[in-house]
């Protein structure tokens, strides 16, 4: 990676972390939803800067594009000022979790930072369509059908809670 190239790429990925910080600790869902596009468009540059065209583009289209448009749309469907109000309950829950998180941010850190295996090489259809259909549909055809199905229950789930709703 060139230096600018490796400039761009902290840049973006401070900006990422930046929109993930805003989307987490966003006390109105509206904000939240402005750090989460953020977050994707500066994901979507980290894409380009890693010579994945292809995938800047899909994280644009899908992400940006749609996923957010629709917290959006049920942002302003629930109404842009519901907040969420202060967890009630007990000090121990907290801390337990927050416990959690601690251990398992250590443990990848450490098991990241013990990491000593060369760095593969890329193969010659990285990030292009034709290496993204062979991931796709030749090694990893299960789960795309299973995210697929997924993907299907949820909207038929939400064309039933909209019906009812309605009537």
Do not use: C
């Amino acid at each position: 990676m060139t230096i600018p190239g490796a400039t761009m790429f902290v840049v973006t990925a401070i900006f990422a972390i930046a929109g993930g910080l805003i989307t987490i600790w966003s006390k109105r869902p509206l904000r939240a939803a402005i750090g989460l596009l953020i977050h994707i468009i500066s994901l979507s540059g980290m894409f380009l800067t890693l010579n994945a065209h292809l995938m800047a583009v899909l994280q644009l289209l899908v992400y940006a594009g749609a996923v957010v448009v629709l917290f959006v749309f049920v942002i302003m469907l629930i109404g842009p000022a519901a907040e969420v109000g202060p967890i009630q309950g007990r000090l121990a829950p907290r801390t337990l979790s927050i416990a959690m998180v601690v251990a398992v941010v250590l443990a990848l850190s450490t098991s990241v930072a013990y990491f000593d295996a060369p760095w593969a090489e890329l193969p010659e259809d990285f990030g292009t369509v034709e290496g993204l259909g062979t991931a796709i549909y030749q090694q990893a055809a299960v789960p795309f059908e299973v995210i697929s199905i997924t993907l299907l229950v949820a909207i038929i789930g939400a064309i039933a809670v909209a019906r009812s709703r309605t009537e």
